[in-house]
């Protein structure tokens, strides 16, 4: 009977093998909170720039590092990442995470929470969603890319399941202006929660994602910059994810306080896959148009992120990633581009079995 069972396919996964990506996502999602979110993620850059560079020697090693490490249940950002995000929205929400960050705490994915057991258990738990939520849009061949749309849905899912609100209280001009912020402004009394180092009225009436990084001409130039970058990155090596591993691998500067290290992520991967997409199979393809594309899905991506950060982190309490919705929305228009048969595939991002 339990042989019979094991053999039932679940989601188009055998029931064992689903079995041991639950238990293999719990302990994924409690490492990235007991490295901190952000830590994790930056060890998903490095076995990205790993698998791929194995991948030019052999194929397979690249299948395994990159897919089953960097984007499996070790170092998949929709289960280290987004589980150490979930642990402290649940640490903080509790006043158990003193990180001694300038916004509420529960925003501080640099922080590594340890071994306190509860936070272990809060990321292993939002581990195992953002596994479920992955392998659902996997399976279903969903028209985006299914761990950066399940690191926005864990993100939602914290904020409701933990007790904070979806966007938070409004302050200045509405939701684009981040002008309270640029005057130092702080909130009222009572007006929102404090947390274990600071009192609702010591915190900053706008919590821009990255005070270096939300003016638009910046936030669209940098986009055009690492564009051409991923462009260029997959012309020459066919690799999609390497642009991505080096841009998430960087970010260990910012977490070690290292001041302006842009985050570009988002910016990179939507380029290299859609610079991969308008020319498809084609060996006679234009380079340039690779490159022209891929720095218009580099700004295109920038921008997503920005218009995010604004609307869904600046007023709320916890960290909702905007480069995870940003290159949800990117994969999701080169999808479209392809199903309308404006771009001749969609390289690597599903497209509803078109």
């Given at each position: 009977?339990?042989?019979?069972?094991?053999?039932?396919?679940?989601?188009?996964?055998?029931?064992?093998?689903?079995?041991?990506?639950?238990?293999?996502?719990?302990?994924?999602?409690?490492?990235?909170?007991?490295?901190?979110?952000?830590?994790?993620?930056?060890?998903?850059?490095?076995?990205?720039?790993?698998?791929?560079?194995?991948?030019?020697?052999?194929?397979?090693?690249?299948?395994?590092?990159?897919?089953?490490?960097?984007?499996?249940?070790?170092?998949?950002?929709?289960?280290?990442?987004?589980?150490?995000?979930?642990?402290?929205?649940?640490?903080?929400?509790?006043?158990?995470?003193?990180?001694?960050?300038?916004?509420?705490?529960?925003?501080a994915i640099t922080f590594a929470l340890g071994t306190e057991p509860s936070h272990l258990v809060?990321?292993?738990?939002?581990?195992?969603?953002?596994?479920?939520?992955?392998?659902?849009?996997?399976?279903?061949?969903?028209?985006?890319?299914?761990?950066?749309?399940?690191?926005?849905?864990?993100?939602?899912?914290?904020?409701?399941?933990?007790?904070?609100?979806?966007?938070?209280?409004?302050?200045?001009?509405?939701?684009?202006?981040?002008?309270?912020?640029?005057?130092?402004?702080?909130?009222?009394?009572?007006?929102?929660?404090?947390?274990?180092?600071?009192?609702?009225?010591?915190?900053?009436?706008?919590?821009?994602?990255?005070?270096?990084?939300?003016?638009?001409?910046?936030?669209?130039?940098?986009?055009?910059?690492?564009g051409i970058l991923g462009g260029y990155i997959w012309l020459q090596t066919g690799s999609y994810?390497?642009?991505?591993?080096?841009?998430?691998?960087?970010?260990?500067?910012?977490?070690?306080?290292?001041?302006?290290?842009?985050?570009?992520?988002?910016?990179?991967?939507?380029?290299?896959?859609?610079?991969?997409?308008?020319?498809?199979?084609?060996?006679?393809?234009?380079?340039?148009?690779?490159?022209?594309?891929?720095?218009?899905?580099?700004?295109?991506?920038?921008?997503?992120?920005?218009?995010?950060?604004?609307?869904?982190?600046?007023?709320?309490?916890?960290?909702?990633?905007?480069?995870?919705?940003?290159?949800?929305?990117?994969?999701?228009?080169?999808?479209?581009?392809?199903?309308?048969?404006?771009?001749?595939?969609?390289?690597?991002?599903?497209?509803?079995?078109?």
């Open positions: 009977m339990l042989t019979t069972v094991l053999q039932v396919p679940v989601l188009g996964i055998e029931f064992s093998t689903l079995v041991i990506l639950f238990i293999a996502a719990f302990g994924g999602g409690a490492f990235g909170a007991a490295l901190g979110a952000l830590p994790a993620f930056c060890f998903t850059g490095f076995m990205v720039i790993a698998g791929e560079a194995a991948g030019f020697a052999q194929a397979e090693l690249a299948a395994n590092v990159t897919g089953l490490v960097a984007f499996g249940p070790v170092f998949g950002p929709h289960i280290s990442f987004a589980g150490g995000a979930a642990a402290a929205a649940y640490a903080a929400r509790d006043n158990e995470m003193g990180a001694g960050f300038d916004y509420h705490n529960a925003k809060a990321g292993g738990l939002f581990g195992i969603a953002g596994m479920l939520i992955t392998q659902f849009s996997a399976a279903f061949a969903l028209p985006w890319d299914p761990i950066a749309v399940a690191v926005t849905l864990s993100a939602l899912l914290h904020r409701v399941v933990l007790g904070y609100s979806v966007i938070g209280v409004v302050a200045g001009d509405g939701l684009f202006d981040m002008t309270p912020f640029e005057r130092g402004e702080k909130r009222r009394a009572g007006e929102v929660d404090g947390d274990a180092d600071k009192a609702g009225e010591e915190r900053f009436a706008v919590e821009p994602w990255l005070p270096h990084q939300y003016e638009w001409s910046g936030v669209a130039l940098i986009g055009l910059v690492t994810f390497l642009g991505f591993g080096i841009s998430a691998a960087s970010l260990t500067f910012l977490n070690l306080g290292v001041e302006k290290i842009p985050v570009t992520h988002h910016m990179t991967l939507p380029a290299s896959t859609a610079g991969a997409a308008v020319v498809a199979s084609d060996p006679s393809a234009s380079g340039i148009l690779v490159v022209v594309v891929a720095a218009v899905f580099g700004v295109y991506g920038a921008l997503l992120g920005e218009v995010w950060q604004r609307i869904f982190y600046a007023h709320g309490d916890t960290h909702w990633d905007p480069p995870a919705a940003a290159i949800t929305l990117a994969t999701f228009t080169i999808a479209v581009l392809y199903i309308v048969g404006v771009f001749p595939g969609s390289a690597w991002v599903p497209a509803l079995g078109v």
